[in-house]
Nanobody, 115 residues
Framework: QVRLVESGGGLVQPGGSLRLSCAAS????????MGWYRQAPGKQRELVATFSNFGTTYAESVKGRFTISRDNAENTVTLQMNSLKPEDTAVYYC??????????WGQGTQVTVSS
């Protein structure tokens, strides 16, 4: 069993920054991907960024603004979000994908970008 706990969401003005963190516990393997997804009201959940042994993957809409990092010793994954835009407003979910392609999700953290 895997448990994911996110922190760091909140309200920020356009152009501002936020840092999201996810702490994982349970049966975690460093070879399996961890990352972040988001879901805006009325929209499907979408990939933001993932970190795996093959490298990092970013959605086109966040490239150059967001940076994902992972600490395998601490089982944490962090998303540094800079130059935030109103369209980044969403609930952000931490994700861990097992070798069998099963997805674990955190409870989500709200990010609101508004003036």
């Amino acid at each position: 069993q895997v448990r994911l706990v996110e922190s760091g969401g909140g309200l920020v003005q356009p152009g501002g920054s936020l840092r999201l963190s996810c702490a994982a516990s349970g049966s975690i393997s460093s070879i399996n991907p961890m990352g972040w997804y988001r879901q805006a009201p009325g929209k499907q959940r979408e990939l933001v960024a993932t970190f795996s042994n093959f490298g990092t993957t970013y959605a086109e809409s966040v490239k150059g603004r967001f940076t994902i990092s992972r600490d395998n010793a601490e089982n944490t994954v962090t998303l540094q979000m800079n130059s935030l835009k109103p369209e980044d407003t969403a609930v952000y979910y931490c994700n861990y994908k097992t070798t069998a392609r099963y997805n674990y999700w955190g409870q989500g953290t709200q990010v609101t970008v508004s003036s």
